[in-house]
C-alpha cells in the first residue's frame, strides 16, 4: 500500500512539473499595438481642413454659384473612399438634378486643388422664414 501511495505521489509531482514546464515555456506572443488607420485619417484630413480654409472656399465657391449656403458644412469622414459632406441651402424650393451635379463639380474641384480626396455631397433644403 505505501507503495502504491509513493507511486501516485511521485506520477502527480511529475505531471505538475511536466504542466509548469510547459506553460512558462511556451512561447509568449505579443499582438503589435495597432493604431486604427481611420482613425489617424481623421485626425488627419481634419488639419488639413483646417488649414486650407476648405469650408470657407466652399460657402465662397456656392455663393459665387448663385447658391446660399449656410456658413456651416459637416463632415463624416471614416476614410479616403468614404468622406461625406453635407451642405444646407436656403432659397431652393426643390433640388434639381443638376443643381446637385453642379454642387458636387464645385466641391469635388476644390477638392482636388487642395490635394484632398473626393467627397460624397448631401445637401439638405432649409426654409428660411
Keep these: 500500500m505505501r507503495g502504491l501511495i509513493k507511486g501516485l505521489f511521485i506520477l502527480f509531482s511529475l505531471m505538475l512539473v511536466t504542466t509548469a ?16 488607420p481611420d482613425t489617424n485619417y481623421s485626425e488627419e484630413i ?4 483646417q488649414t486650407t480654409n476648405f469650408t470657407q472656399k466652399i460657402i465662397v ?3 459665387a454659384a448663385g447658391y446660399f449656403p449656410d456658413s456651416t458644412i459637416g463632415y463624416l469622414i471614416e476614410s479616403p473612399s468614404n468622406q461625406l459632406i453635407t451642405i444646407q441651402l436656403h432659397n431652393l424650393d426643390k433640388l434639381e438634378k443638376s443643381t446637385e451635379s453642379e454642387i458636387q463639380t464645385i466641391v469635388n474641384s476644390i ?3 487642395n490635394d484632398l480626396q473626393l467627397f460624397i455631397v448631401n445637401i439638405r433644403l432649409t426654409d428660411v422664414h
Excluded: V
Excluded at 514546464?21 to 486604427?36: A, G, T
Design 61 to 63: 465657391a456656392l455663393r
Design 111 to 113: 477638392a482636388e486643388t
Design 46 to 49: 481634419g488639419e488639413k481642413l
Design 21 to 36: 514546464l510547459l506553460k512558462y515555456n511556451q512561447p509568449s506572443y505579443e499582438r503589435p499595438i495597432q493604431k486604427n
